[in-house]
């Protein structure tokens, strides 16, 4: 019997040094895993962060150009007004200048 005792003393060593392998490589497993998903998240939060902000810059830009654009608008406005206003003085000259002088004759 001592040897049937040897035996089956063998054998749980054997079954809990397997059982304690088999947690540690399991445990090894679940935190790479862990690992592996914090990772991840972590490049989708990044990538979703640079989006964000890469559509709020796009939006101030544009946002800027907008203005840009009103105030060359508003310069193109004044530039062409001041342009009529201009000509019609070069092209009414010659009739003031007559109105001027019945005016002095009168």
């Known amino acids: ?3 049937q005792e ?3 003393k063998a054998a749980e060593k054997l079954a809990q040094t397997t ?3 088999y ?3 399991l445990e090894h497993v ?3 895993q862990e690992r592996n998903v914090r ?3 972590g490049m989708v939060d990044n ?3 640079e989006l964000r902000q890469q559509a709020e810059t796009n939006q101030a830009m544009t946002q800027e150009l907008v203005e840009r ?3 060359q608008r508003d310069a193109y406005k004044t530039l062409v007004q001041e342009s009529v206003d201009s000509y019609m003085d070069i092209a009414f000259a010659p009739f003031s200048y007559y109105k001027k002088g019945l005016e002095a004759v009168k």
């Open 1 to 3: 019997m001592a040897n």
């Open 23 to 25: 947690k540690t490589v």
């Open 30 to 32: 679940v935190g790479m």
């Open 6 to 8: 040897k035996a089956n």
């Open 19 to 21: 059982r304690d392998s």
């Open 47 to 49: 990538s979703i962060k």
């Open 69 to 71: 654009t009103e105030k």
């Open 39 to 41: 990772f991840a998240q």
